[in-house]
C-alpha cells in the first residue's frame, strides 16, 4: 500500500474532522487507531460543566460547538445526582441521554452498561468517541472498546476562547 494518501482522501478527512468539530490530526488518529469513521461522540455531564441537578443546563457556547456537528450522534451520560430526563429536557443538542455508570461498578458492569448504550443507539463501539473530563471517564473508552478519548478543554477549545 502507498505510504501516502491521494489528497482527495485527505480532503474528504480534514472535511469530516470539520462536521465532528475535531482537528484534522485528531480525528485522523482516531480513525488510523479504529479503522473506523466516527459516528458518535459521547460526552459525560462532568466534560459538558454540569454538576448540579437542580440547574442541568449546559453553558451556552459548548451547546453551539454540540450543535454545529454534523453525521454523528451526540451522546451524553451523566453523573447522579443529574437525571437523564432532566439534563435532556434542558440540553435539547443531544440524540440521546443516559445516566454515567457509577464509580461502584466493576469493570464488568461498566462494560455492559456503556456497551449497552452504545449499541443500543446501533452504533458499533470502536465508532464512538468518548469526550470526558476526569480519570473514571478515561478508562470508559477501554472499558467500552471505544474509538479513543479526548479531554473536554481540547474538544472545546474554541468554545473556551469566546
Known amino acids: ?8 482522501v485527505v ?23 479504529s479503522g473506523r469513521d466516527i459516528m458518535g461522540l459521547l460526552f459525560s455531564s462532568n466534560a459538558l460543566r454540569v454538576v448540579r441537578a437542580e440547574a442541568p443546563e449546559m453553558p451556552v457556547a459548548l451547546g453551539e460547538v454540540l450543535l454545529a456537528v454534523e453525521g454523528a450522534l451526540r451522546l451524553a451520560l451523566v453523573h447522579a445526582p ?22 461502584t461498578q466493576s469493570w464488568g458492569e461498566m462494560r455492559e452498561h456503556l ?3 452504545i449499541t443500543g443507539r446501533r452504533l458499533a463501539r470502536d465508532q464512538v468517541l468518548i469526550v470526558g473530563d476526569t ?18 478543554a ?4 474554541s468554545a473556551d476562547s469566546r
Do not use: C
Not at 481540547?154 to 477549545?157: E, L, V
Open 154 to 157: 481540547r474538544y472545546f477549545a
Open 1 to 8: 500500500m502507498p505510504k501516502t494518501m491521494p489528497l482527495v
Open 82 to 103: 443529574l437525571r437523564a430526563s432532566d439534563f435532556q429536557r434542558a440540553n435539547p443538542a443531544f440524540d440521546a441521554v443516559g445516566s454515567a455508570p457509577k464509580f
Open 135 to 152: 480519570a473514571l471517564e478515561r478508562d470508559w473508552s477501554a472499558v467500552a472498546q471505544a474509538a479513543g478519548y479526548l479531554e473536554a
Open 11 to 33: 480532503r474528504m478527512h480534514v472535511a469530516r474532522a470539520h462536521q465532528l468539530g475535531l482537528d484534522y490530526p485528531t480525528y485522523a488518529a482516531i480513525r488510523k487507531a
Open 115 to 117: 456497551g449497552g448504550f
